[in-house]
């Protein structure tokens, strides 16, 4: 079972997913620091599984044949849910295959949270997860957005940030993606300080030059206008262009 555990605000957890992690023979876990503090606090004693980037290709073979054999798993991230931007695809893909039904306690997530407060086009829309940390492969993946926009992708784009690569980041979405783009920052979302910032591209990127930026972010960047129709075999090429270079 898939869990999604809140993103700042513990009233976000749900009856079905407490349910699901008392039931559970065991959590699977990314970090058992955090899931330990959730757990501990709903006075839930479950046996703790890591499960992280690191050790889930080895450890999804295991899991999976000790599911087989009847245990029933619960699958959480440190915080949303699991799979988005976080472990588990390995493990739910290999569950698949092996003919075992996955199932869902559905719940907080940063991006649509933030998709639906930003005021831009809700779809269609594209996830994008983090950019690349260095400016180089960063230019790169989104030279390659480019490109697949020019080809006529028009969907509103929704990426993680972390704070302190916010003004970077904004900027290089400028540049590559053209300053008057609508776009918005929403930050700590269910928290006390929750904020949504909007405006265009290049207001953000100069705001965020000098304003410090804490907590955890999500930056959406608006359709872009459309452009001369393009062919079917453009849109083709470049999205063909875009998957070989694993975006
Ligand atoms: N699985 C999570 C989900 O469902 O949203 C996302 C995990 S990803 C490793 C963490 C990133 O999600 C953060 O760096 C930030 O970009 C975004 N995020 C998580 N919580 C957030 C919040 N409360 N407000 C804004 N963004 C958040």
New binding site residues.
Partial sequence: MLV?TP???LGDLSPRALAALRDADAVLCEDSRVTGGLLARQGIAATMIPLHEHNEAAQAPRLVERMAAGESFALV??????????PGYRLVRAAIAAGIQVSAVPG???????LALSGLPPHPFLFL??LPARSGPRAAELSRLRGIERAGLSATLV?????HRLAEALAALAEALGPERPAAV??????RF?EVRRGSLGDLAAHYATAEAR?????LVGPAPEEAAAGAADIDAALRAALAGGM
């Fill in positions: 999604a993103i700042g605000n991230s440190d915080a949303g849910t699991p799979l988005v931007s976080d907080p997530n940063a991006a649509v949270m933030a997860g983090f990426l993680y940030e972390a704070p929403a930050r700590e979302l269910t928290k929750e907590g955890e972010i999500c930056i």
